[in-house]
């Protein structure tokens, strides 16, 4: 008889946001409601809310780096989320700390969000951050989950208007990513106009399509955070990546559709991350 997987320990390297939307919250809850057991370090602090951003606190890199190594030295960590990092030093710090801790001899997920922009359109990462995030924690991903805007900023472009333009842009972005294991992104078409919604995940050699449909309603905060937080919690128990991504994909689109049970603020509302449990 095989033995049962242990539960994982999953990761989320991110900004704090007060209402629970969106950042570490948001993604320790995804993790739990998908089996992982979740652990954070916090990057960064922020006043905000479901309408908007009032504040960013950035948290001292040093001691970013302090908690990756206290955590590393005491808990197996089976997959990392690196969402929101604000500032530049952070994201050195964070990129040296994964490089230390790395394990050698077991499965690595690093599922890298690159939170830019809240829904509200308040900045979360300082410009002059970008370059040090696509040349210092890109490398080191071995998931890369951008938005069509975020995409067009890592390859300093314009973002894509069609499908089409999609395929070419999932192929230069993992061509950027320099992690000598598996290497995958999965580009989200949301920007896109209409009902249809078409993620593409794309591994080198395939290009999966991940159809879904649009969901008319306002409550879609955080919902980056979350498809990438469930990502990190899956892909440790699922061997077969697109099927860890199918799973997180139809994870995120229940929690959008139950999202209204919730009263949660009165703008970009969260999305209900435990719809199967109340």
């Known amino acids: 008889m095989s033995q049962a997987r242990p539960i994982p320990n999953a990761l ?5 946001d007060p209402s629970g939307g969106a950042g570490v919250l948001a993604d320790i809850k995804a993790m739990s409601a998908l089996g992982a057991y979740g652990c954070g ?7 905000q809310n479901t309408k908007g951003v009032t504040g960013v606190s950035p948290v001292p890199p040093a001691f970013v ?16 989320k690196i969402g929101m990092l604000g500032q530049q030093p952070v994201i050195q710090v964070v990129a040296e700390k994964l490089a ?20 509200s359109g308040d900045l979360l990462l300082e410009r002059d951050a970008v370059g ?23 390859l300093e472009e314009r973002p894509v208007e069609s499908v089409k333009e999609m395929r070419r842009v999932a192929e230069r972005l993992r061509n950027k990513m320099a992690y000598d294991g598996q290497r995958w992104v999965m580009l989200k078409g949301g920007h896109l106009p209409g009902n249809d919604v078409i993620d593409l995940l794309h591994d080198g050699d395939r290009m999966i399509e991940l159809p879904g449909h649009r969901i008319e309603t306002a409550n879609t905060h955080g919902t980056g955070c979350t498809l990438s937080a469930a990502l990190a919690a899956l892909l440790p128990q699922i061997d077969d990546v697109p099927e860890a991504a199918r799973r997180a994909k139809a994870y995120l689109t ?3 559709r139950h999202a209204g049970r919730l009263q949660a603020g009165g703008g970009h509302g969260p ?8």
């Open 12 to 16: 989320t390297i991110a900004g704090v």
């Open 41 to 47: 370090v916090i990057a960064a602090l922020t006043a």
């Open 65 to 80: 780096g302090q908690q990756i190594d206290t955590l590393f030295a005491d808990v197996r960590i089976d997959a990392t």
């Open 100 to 119: 230390r801790w790395r394990p050698l001899d077991r499965a690595w997920h690093v599922v890298l969000d690159p939170v830019m922009v809240a829904k």
């Open 132 to 154: 040090a995030l696509r040349e210092a924690l890109l490398p080191q991903a071995t998931m890369l989950t951008p938005n069509l805007p975020e995409a067009g900023v890592l």
């Open 254 to 256: 229940e929690a959008i």
């Open 271 to 278: 999305v209900h991350h435990f719809h199967a449990w109340w």
